[in-house]
């Protein structure tokens, strides 16, 4: 599970350097839904 959830931030800290900077946050929130749907 721990594996999961770091080839996950692996693979969406690559996107926010293809975007610009102002999709930022919102790469984090996906982030943050992404993680509670993996916790829960």
Known sequence: MYARVLLLLIATSAYPITRPV?????TRQEKAI???????
């Not at 102002?22 to 919102?26: C, F, Q």
């Open 22 to 26: 102002r999709v930022e946050p919102k």
């Open 34 to 40: 992404a993680f509670s749907c993996y916790f829960d």
